[in-house]
């Protein structure tokens, strides 16, 4: 990060002093032709002025594959995000198609070629920055989103202290699964069928089985199976209404991933695998239940239910004062003497 900040501007700075200082030379020096190109065509001005230096047919090859390296790669990033943003990606860690990507190259050209055409670049830099409007509005978009996701976030851990669970979770698994069982998982990587049967032989009947509990104590809850036609293994949602607050949402999914790399040695049988994910409203909790039995499935909802009552009661405790007192009798907001 430091590099990509640092490094363009002394480029920057290098070339601005150096050409443009030769430029300002050339003119204050009375060649008045070369001012009068420049102000007129400011590319054949840039070409005419390296045609000045020693050298001058290595500077203008130079100049020109730099030109040329920058609009590829400047061409290619931008082809590579339209592609994604106009595309369906079930895996976040793959891009969009690559004959999309191909089809937004060609856009971009074709539209580069047309402006150049109609106005040559001052044309572009005035198109450049009515274009860059609205992605800048949804740049500022995109960080207040991130800025309410860290803060819910923040709610969510100053809940667990306020509401400890009944039982010691770690990774979401309950302190009876047993560090044997646990090495044995950290080098077992589960097949996309293995993943499926565990989804439906110990998920499912979990899920099910406390949504009933939940609805026979009075709550508010439901079970629905969404299908996910990119790994056609289907996942599960419960959901626990809650009355005037946000609603406690339990998610299990199954997530491709590749296998790790140790030592340069890949696993020979699949440089793939599934892991069972769960996720809350904000995301991904980054922990596998594969391997967990019927029980500890249910333990790990009931600590994420209890970590999401503990979030809520935050929320309430950190509203002002002020507007607490506005709901209470004056005399009871003023102390006892």
């Given at each position: 990060m430091i590099a990509a900040i640092t490094v363009p501007v002394l480029c920057d700075f290098l070339v601005v002093s150096i050409f443009g200082n030769s430029?300002?030379?050339?003119?204050?020096?009375?060649?008045?032709?070369?001012?009068?190109?420049?102000?007129?065509?400011?590319?054949q001005g840039w070409y005419a002025l390296l045609g000045t230096f020693p050298g001058a047919a290595i500077l203008i090859g130079l100049a020109t594959l730099a030109g040329v390296l920058f609009y590829i790669t400047s061409a290619n990033s931008g082809a590579m995000m339209m592609s994604n943003f106009?595309?369906?990606?079930?895996?976040?860690?793959?891009?969009?198609?690559?004959?999309?990507?191909?089809?937004?190259?060609?856009?971009?050209?074709?539209?580069?070629?047309?402006?150049?055409?109609?106005?040559?670049?001052?044309?572009?830099?005035?198109?450049?920055?009515?274009?860059a409007l609205p992605v800048t509005i949804i740049a500022w978009l995109v960080m207040a989103s991130f800025t309410k996701a860290l803060r819910v976030e923040r709610a969510q851990l100053e809940g667990r202290v306020l509401r400890r669970s009944s039982m010691a979770v770690t990774n979401g698994h309950t302190a009876d699964h047993t560090w044997r069982h646990r090495l044995r998982g950290m080098w077992s990587y589960p097949s996309k069928k293995q993943a499926a049967q565990f989804m439906e032989d110990t998920?499912?009947?979990?899920?099910?089985?406390l949504v009933a509990e939940f609805i026979e104590q009075g709550h508010q809850a439901s079970l629905d199976i969404e299908p996910n036609a990119e790994i056609d293994i289907p996942g599960y949602t419960l959901v626990v209404g809650i009355p005037d607050h946000s609603d406690f949402v339990y998610q299990v999914q199954a997530v491709e991933a590749p296998v790790p790399v140790f030592g340069g040695r890949m696993f020979p049988e699949t440089d793939a695998y599934y892991r069972v994910e769960v996720f809350t409203q904000t995301g991904s909790k980054g922990y596998d239940l594969m391997g967990v039995t019927h029980d500890q499935v249910i333990e790990d909802v009931l600590a994420r239910y209890e970590s999401h009552l503990g979030f809520l009661t935050y929320l309430e405790q950190a509203q002002p004062q002020a507007r607490e007192q506005t709901r209470r009798p004056k005399e009871l907001t003023e102390p006892a003497h």
């Amino acid at each position: 990060m430091i590099a990509a900040i640092t490094v363009p501007v002394l480029c920057d700075f290098l070339v601005v002093s150096i050409f443009g200082n030769s430029a300002m030379h050339e003119v204050l020096g009375g060649n008045t032709a070369f001012a009068q190109l420049a102000m007129d065509n400011p590319q054949q001005g840039w070409y005419a002025l390296l045609g000045t230096f020693p050298g001058a047919a290595i500077l203008i090859g130079l100049a020109t594959l730099a030109g040329v390296l920058f609009y590829i790669t400047s061409a290619n990033s931008g082809a590579m995000m339209m592609s994604n943003f106009s595309s369906t990606i079930p895996d976040p860690s793959q891009d969009g198609p690559k004959w999309l990507r191909v089809f937004w190259a060609l856009v971009t050209g074709l539209l580069v070629i047309a402006m150049l055409v109609a106005g040559g670049v001052t044309t572009m830099e005035y198109a450049t920055l009515i274009f860059a409007l609205p992605v800048t509005i949804i740049a500022w978009l995109v960080m207040a989103s991130f800025t309410k996701a860290l803060r819910v976030e923040r709610a969510q851990l100053e809940g667990r202290v306020l509401r400890r669970s009944s039982m010691a979770v770690t990774n979401g698994h309950t302190a009876d699964h047993t560090w044997r069982h646990r090495l044995r998982g950290m080098w077992s990587y589960p097949s996309k069928k293995q993943a499926a049967q565990f989804m439906e032989d110990t998920v499912h009947p979990a899920l099910t089985e406390l949504v009933a509990e939940f609805i026979e104590q009075g709550h508010q809850a439901s079970l629905d199976i969404e299908p996910n036609a990119e790994i056609d293994i289907p996942g599960y949602t419960l959901v626990v209404g809650i009355p005037d607050h946000s609603d406690f949402v339990y998610q299990v999914q199954a997530v491709e991933a590749p296998v790790p790399v140790f030592g340069g040695r890949m696993f020979p049988e699949t440089d793939a695998y599934y892991r069972v994910e769960v996720f809350t409203q904000t995301g991904s909790k980054g922990y596998d239940l594969m391997g967990v039995t019927h029980d500890q499935v249910i333990e790990d909802v009931l600590a994420r239910y209890e970590s999401h009552l503990g979030f809520l009661t935050y929320l309430e405790q950190a509203q002002p004062q002020a507007r607490e007192q506005t709901r209470r009798p004056k005399e009871l907001t003023e102390p006892a003497h």
